[in-house]
C-alpha cells in the first residue's frame, strides 16, 4: 500500500490565487521530504529539499517565496503555490525516504498533484 | 556532478516478448545505489528493482531484472515475458548512498507494450 499520499491530486485555481498541496508519510517519520514538479513527458525536476523543523533547501532558479514550503511535523510537508499564474500549472510530486533503514535507500513518491491555473 | 542518462526515450515492445531499456550514469562515487521506478498513466511512481553498487550480484524481481556494469557506470533493466501492464514511462535513478538524499532522475523511457 501507499506509504506517502499526497493531497489533492487536482485542483484547478484562478490566476493570482494561492494553492497549497499536502504531502504525508504514512507508516513512518519522515524528517526530509522531496518536492519535484514535471511537465508531461519530461522527467523530474527537484525544486526543493523540505527539512522537518527547519527552512526547505531550493534548487537554483526555484523562487522559494512563490513556492513555500512548511514541515511542520514528521508526517507532513506543504507545498503552498502563491499568486499563481497560468506557468505554474504541472504535476506536483512529493517523495519521502523511510530513514529508519527497514528500506534502504528506496524513494516514496506521493500520487501527485496536477495543478491547472486559468 | 552527478548525472543519469536513458538515450531511449521510446520503446515498444510485444506482449511476451523481453526488452531491455538503457541507463548509464557519470559519478565519482564507489558506493551508490541505483534504481529503476516506474510510472504509469495513473502517475504514482513506484520502484521496480534497487541495485546497491557494492554488491556484484545483479538484482532480480520476478520478471525485472537488471545488468549492472559497474565499470562501464552503466545500468539496464531487462523486462521479460512483457505484459500490457508494464506499459508505463520507466526513470532510472541514481543516489549517492552516504549523505543520501538527493535522487538524480534520467529523462525517462517510455514503453509500449503491444498486444
Known amino acids: 500500500g501507499a506509504v506517502v499520499s499526497q493531497h489533492p491530486s487536482w485542483v484547478i485555481c484562478k490566476s493570482g490565487t494561492s494553492v497549497k498541496i499536502e504531502c504525508r508519510s504514512l507508516d513512518f517519520q519522515a524528517t526530509t521530504m522531496f518536492w519535484y514538479r514535471q511537465f508531461p513527458k519530461q522527467s523530474l525536476m527537484l525544486m526543493a529539499t523540505s527539512n522537518e523543523g527547519s527552512k526547505a533547501t531550493y534548487e537554483q532558479g526555484v523562487e522559494k517565496d512563490k513556492f513555500l514550503i512548511n514541515h511542520a511535523s514528521l508526517t507532513l510537508s506543504t507545498l503552498t503555490v502563491t499568486s499563481a499564474h497560468p506557468e505554474d500549472s504541472s504535476f506536483y510530486i512529493c517523495?519521502?525516504?523511510?530513514?529508519?533503514?527497514?528500506?534502504?535507500?528506496?524513494?516514496?513518491f506521493g500520487e501527485g498533484s496536477r495543478l491547472t491555473v486559468l | 556532478a552527478q548525472t543519469v542518462t536513458q538515450s531511449q526515450p521510446e520503446m515498444s515492445v510485444q506482449e511476451a516478448e523481453t526488452v531491455t531499456l538503457s541507463c548509464t550514469y557519470d559519478t565519482s562515487e564507489s558506493d551508490y545505489y541505483l534504481f529503476w521506478y516506474k510510472q504509469p498513466p495513473s502517475r504514482q511512481m513506484i520502484l521496480v528493482i534497487r541495485q546497491e553498487a557494492y554488491k556484484q550480484q545483479n538484482a532480480t524481481e520476478n520478471r525485472f531484472s537488471v545488468n549492472f556494469q559497474k565499470a562501464a557506470k552503466s545500468f539496464s533493466l531487462k523486462i521479460s515475458d512483457s505484459q500490457l501492464g508494464d506499459a508505463a514511462m520507466y526513470f532510472c535513478?541514481?543516489?549517492?548512498?552516504?549523505?543520501?538524499?538527493?535522487?538524480?532522475f534520467g529523462t525517462g523511457t517510455s514503453l509500449t507494450v503491444i498486444p
Open positions: 517523495s519521502a525516504r523511510d530513514p529508519s533503514g527497514r528500506r534502504t535507500g528506496e524513494l516514496f
Open positions: 535513478a541514481y543516489r549517492k548512498s552516504n549523505t543520501g538524499n538527493q535522487f538524480y
